[in-house]
């Protein structure tokens, strides 16, 4: 079966822009979260979806934002990007009632 | 306040021989751990997972032990092989409102032939 799939697989932006990240979950799996990894940091949770509607969110600014559509697609948005936010973001998903998330390949988005 | 520590960033072992990594936590109301591992460019891979009422699980070469006195969990791996070099996370999670998975900062193991 196909797995979490993390568009674009790369990106560079320049400071003060705004990013979209998209992620597909497997098919069936309702939830859906974001993570941050950067070096020596390991996995910062960003949020979590389920059925639309947000039920975690971690201590990041309020310029990350994230969405659920009803087919359990996601996506985050970072607006105002800074030279800090360059890392690989995670996206997850799994089946209600699973304890393990099913991981994409990440999104690399690189600030200059 | 990081409630899922992995103390040690770094270990190695010969290629055959048993890799133990370990793991901490400080919220007690973590409900399951988790074992991620992570190849470098590619999204972490599920291991295996504990729940907090059971002490061990294992599933092929890979073992794991929660103390939940100690608040203390560990991967075994035998017997190592070179490609289990990766890093290693830790993670804990909880229900309903607690569900977010809370990693640790990852431990690199490298397997010697």
């Known amino acids: 079966k196909a797995g979490v799939t993390q568009t674009p697989r790369y990106l560079i932006k320049t400071r003060g822009q705004q990013v979209t990240l998209s992620c597909s979950p497997i098919s069936g799996h309702r939830s859906v979260s974001w993570y941050q990894q950067t070096p020596g940091q390991g996995l910062q949770f960003l949020f979590e979806?389920?059925?639309?509607?947000?039920?975690n969110k971690g201590n990041f600014p309020g310029r990350f934002s994230g969405r659920q559509f009803s087919n359990s697609r996601s996506e985050m948005n970072v607006s105002t990007l800074e030279l800090g936010d360059s890392a690989l973001y995670l996206c997850?998903?799994?089946?209600?009632?699973?304890?393990?998330?099913?991981f994409g390949s990440g999104t690399r988005l690189t600030v200059v | 306040d990081q409630q899922v520590k992995q103390n040690s960033p770094s270990l190695s072992v010969q290629e055959g021989r048993i890799s133990i990594l370990n793991c901490d936590y400080t919220n007690s109301m973590f409900d399951y751990f988790l074992w991620y591992k992570k190849y470098p460019a590619e999204g972490p891979t599920f291991l295996i997972s504990?729940?907090?009422?059971?002490d061990k699980n294992e599933d092929g070469r890979f073992t794991v032990f929660l103390n939940k006195s100690a608040k203390h969990l560990s991967l075994h791996i035998v017997p190592s092989q070179p490609g289990d070099s990766a890093v290693y996370f830790c993670a804990a999670g909880g229900t309903g409102a607690n569900s977010k998975l809370t990693f640790g900062k990852g431990i690199t193991l490298s397997v010697r032939p």
């Open positions: 979806y389920f059925s639309e509607t947000q039920r």
């Open positions: 997850a998903s799994r089946y209600p009632g699973d304890y393990g998330y099913t």
């Open positions: 504990i729940s907090s009422i059971k």
